[in-house]
């Protein structure tokens, strides 16, 4: 209850006794109460004039990265005896603050209360981090007082800002992929076809216009009819459409541990290392909706991915409970479908479907069963139970492989990199030249 209302409950009480009573002393005693309210309603300001501006140090940073927000509040009314600022922050932030007064010193909190002299300004700076998403920084809430603390009006004034937190980027040198129809443009991507390049294709007739150094001396030595030419397999650049899981099924385990995280990473690190090898890459989130971006090149694209990456969230759908659902529509036909997920066992028909639809499939799935093991209790019970699992599950990686899909298996403890170069690296054309 504020200091106004008790202070005229009181006034009125005393004057509401006083005619009753018919007794002026306690009317007496209820005037100065009236002078004090008097005197608040007199001296409060009329019209409240604030403006704010907000700064962010850095708009696009890692998890848990810490930004420094800083605020400007300006009055452009009549002077302001106490104001309590405060600044609406995002609920998934943290203040890097704690209740000692040295840490509020060096890192700053977002409540303030100040005294604003006409056409004065005050800033105040405070520092956050938070785990990855898209925060937005709205307004700012202002409690005005007067001086003798009789009124009181809160405003909250406009001051918008907007913090990404993307996940992080492991750069990739090479994943090689192999689909089965590739764009015009020049690229990294083995394009089935002879040509310029950089790996031996074939051997053909000499034509007009071929260098002297692709002739096949040796070939061309057991013919009688002319000079052949050694050609080579074109390398261009692909389609690619990346899919990230998002069912809960398949990413939330019990004590609320999760694998999503480590597979927007996968995501987030493919999508990277496909773009910089000049490819068109797409993605789309299968969670409780789907999400999708656009395929599109370059550092923009990049941009998006990352954007759609950074609002990801896993979620629980009827619709979407299983792989069926893919809209394969929105990939080119028989492009490179890259695939991050966990798996079930009912993932395996779908799976086997876009093999027969001529998608060329590469699954990228974190270790559940590893992953689950790290945190539970080691035991003759959960050691049985864990070999069975691993069990079924190697056996349904199996036959992921045997329809054609290339798996790469990941245990979430190794460096995403590491496993990469690893298991999808192409070897150096002088390594295959030599059939290693």
């Known amino acids: 209850m504020s200091r106004s209302l008790i202070l005229g409950f009181v006034t009125y009480s005393l004057i509401v006794a006083g005619i009753a009573t018919l007794r002026g002393e306690l009317i007496a005693l209820a005037l100065p109460f009236v002078a004090f309210l008097l005197a608040g309603y007199v001296f409060a300001p009329d019209k409240i004039k604030l403006e704010a ?10 998890p848990h990265q810490e930004v420094t927000v800083t605020v400007t509040i300006m009055n452009r009314g009549t002077g302001l005896e106490e104001v309590l600022i405060e600044d609406i922050v995002p609920a998934e932030l943290k203040l890097r603050a704690d209740s000692t007064s040295s840490s509020v010193q060096r890192f700053g909190t977002n409540r303030h209360l100040v005294r604003l002299p006409k056409d004065s300004s005050y800033t105040f700076s405070y ?69 310029s390049g950089t790996e031996f294709f074939g051997v053909r007739e000499y034509q007009p216009g071929d260098s002297p150094r692709t002739i096949n001396w040796r070939a061309s030595a057991h013919s009688v009819e002319g000079l052949y030419s050694n050609e080579f397999q074109q390398e261009r650049v692909a389609d690619v459409g990346i899919v990230l899981d998002g069912r809960v099924r398949t990413n939330e385990f019990a004590r609320g541990h999760s694998l999503f995280e480590h597979s927007v990473q996968a995501a987030a690190a493919l999508a990277d290392a496909f773009l910089a090898q000049g490819n068109r890459v797409g993605l789309l989130v299968y969670a409780a909706f789907l999400s999708w971006t656009i395929p599109g090149y370059g550092k923009v694209q990049r941009e998006r991915i990352l954007h759609s990456l950074a609002h990801a969230r896993p979620g629980g759908s009827e619709v979407f409970s299983d792989l069926g659902h893919l809209p394969t529509r929105l990939f080119p ?20 479907q876009l093999r027969a639809q001529g998608y060329q499939v590469l699954l990228v799935s974190p270790d559940p069963v590893k992953f689950e093991l790290s945190y539970l209790p080691q035991g003759g019970t959960i050691e049985l139970a864990s070999r069975v699992i691993s069990m079924e599950r190697t056996l349904l990686l199996q036959k992921v492989q045997r329809a054609g899909i290339q798996v790469l298996n990941w245990d979430v403890d190794d460096p995403f990199d590491q496993v990469v170069k690893r298991k999808l690296s192409r070897p150096p054309a002088w390594l295959r030249a030599v059939g290693r």
Not at 54 to 62: D, F, I, M, N, T
Not at 333 to 352: A, R
């Open 53 to 62: 501006t907000r700064h962010l140090s850095a708009e696009r940073v890692s």
């Open 127 to 195: 520092t956050v981090s938070g785990p990855r998403g898209g925060y937005g920084f709205e307004k700012v809430r202002m409690r005005v007082r007067d001086h003798l603390a009789v009124t009181s009006r809160e405003v909250q004034i406009e001051a918008k800002g907007q913090l990404f937190v993307f996940p992080p980027v492991t750069r990739l040198r090479q994943v090689s992929i192999r689909p089965r129809r590739t764009r015009v443009y020049a690229g990294t991507i083995p394009a089935r076809i002879g040509g």
């Open 333 to 352: 036909p028989e492009s490179q479908i890259v695939l991050v997920s966990p798996l079930l066992e009912d993932d395996l028909k779908p799976l086997v």
